[in-house]
């Protein structure tokens, strides 16, 4: 069993930065990819990125790719989710989720087992 706690959501202005990150508990953290999805009102729950478990590939959406960074300490359990440049468009509930070995299809949520309650990124004009 794994329990994820997100944070570090906010408002911002377009432009700006913050800082997710995901807290895991449980035992065998580096055996998880470990992704980042959001989902804006009235939205389908979309991919953001992952960082697999075995290598530390990291995959981005193209939405994201060259503003947000994923990244992960193995030694605290946490994943992050540094995010640059921020759009309105970014306005969304990001959730953490973790998915046991996951090596394929990272952007299909229904391959993580276990997710996050969610941190809201308002990001006004």
């Known amino acids: 069993q794994v329990q994820l706690v997100e944070s570090g959501g906010g408002l911002v202005q377009a432009g700006g930065s913050l800082r997710l990150s995901c807290a895991a508990s449980g035992r065998a953290f580096s055996n998880y990819a470990m992704g980042w999805f959001r989902q804006a009102p009235g939205k389908e729950r979309e991919f953001v990125s992952t960082i697999n478990w075995s290598n530390d590939n990291t995959y981005y959406a193209d939405s994201v790719k060259g503003r947000f960074t994923i990244s992960r300490d193995n030694a605290k359990n946490t994943v992050y989710l540094q995010m640059n440049n921020l759009k309105p468009e970014d306005t969304a509930a990001y959730y953490c989720?973790?998915?046991?070995?996951?090596?394929?299809?990272?952007?299909?949520?229904?391959?993580?087992?276990?997710w996050g309650q969610g941190t809201q990124v308002t990001v006004s004009s």
């Open positions: 989720a973790a998915g046991w070995r996951v090596t394929t299809n990272y952007f299909d949520p229904r391959r993580y087992s276990y």
